[in-house]
C-alpha cells in the first residue's frame, strides 16, 4: 500500500499520458484508489489534463465491492468522461459488472495501460446501475507510441 512509483515508471507514464490526451480531449472526474501508487498515477493523469481535484475513494481499494463504486458513479451524475485509476483486479471486475451486469472479470489490462467503456447507450441494467460497451483497450506501450516515443519501448 506504500509503495510508490519509480522515476523511470512516473516518467513512462508521463509518456503514456500525452498519448491518452490525443484519444481524450477532456475528464470531468477523476477518481482514484487511496493507495499510493494509484494516487500518484492519478496526479501523473491529472496534471496531463489539467485536473486539480482527484476523488479519492475507498470504493477503489482492493478487495472492495465492484458495486459500490458503481453506485459512487450514480451519484456523480451525467458527467461526459470519468477516469478511473485503480488496482487490475478491481477494475477488471468494474468493467464486468459495467459490460455485463456481473462482477467478474471480462477484459485484460495492463498496468499503465487504458481502455474506454461507452455508458452512454446501453442503459441500465435490472438493477438500475449503467450498462456500457468496450470502445478500445490499449496497452502502454501503445499509448506511449501515441505519446511521441518512437517505439514505445524507453
Do not use: C, Y
Request: cysteine-free.
Amino acid at each position: 500500500e506504500l509503495r510508490p512509483l519509480t522515476e523511470d515508471g512516473s516518467e513512462r507514464l508521463r509518456v503514456g499520458m500525452r498519448g491518452l490526451h490525443r484519444l481524450v480531449e477532456s475528464i470531468d472526474v477523476l477518481a482514484t484508489s487511496p493507495l499510493v501508487r494509484t494516487r500518484q498515477t492519478a496526479e501523473i493523469v491529472g496534471a496531463e489534463f489539467g485536473i486539480r481535484e482527484i476523488a479519492e475513494l475507498d470504493e477503489l481499494r482492493p478487495g472492495s465491492r465492484a458495486s459500490l463504486f458503481v453506485e459512487w458513479m450514480q451519484d456523480v451524475g451525467s458527467k461526459e468522461t470519468i477516469a478511473i485509476v485503480g488496482h487490475e483486479m478491481q477494475l477488471l471486475k468494474l468493467i464486468g459488472l459495467m459490460m455485463m451486469g456481473t462482477a467478474v472479470a471480462v477484459a485484460t489490462l495492463k498496468k499503465g495501460g487504458a481502455l474506454m467503456l461507452d455508458v452512454r447507450e446501453r442503459g441500465r441494467s435490472h438493477a438500475g446501475l449503467r450498462r456500457g460497451t468496450l470502445v478500445w483497450s490499449l496497452t502502454p506501450r501503445q499509448l506511449r507510441m501515441l505519446g511521441g516515443e518512437a517505439n514505445g519501448d524507453s
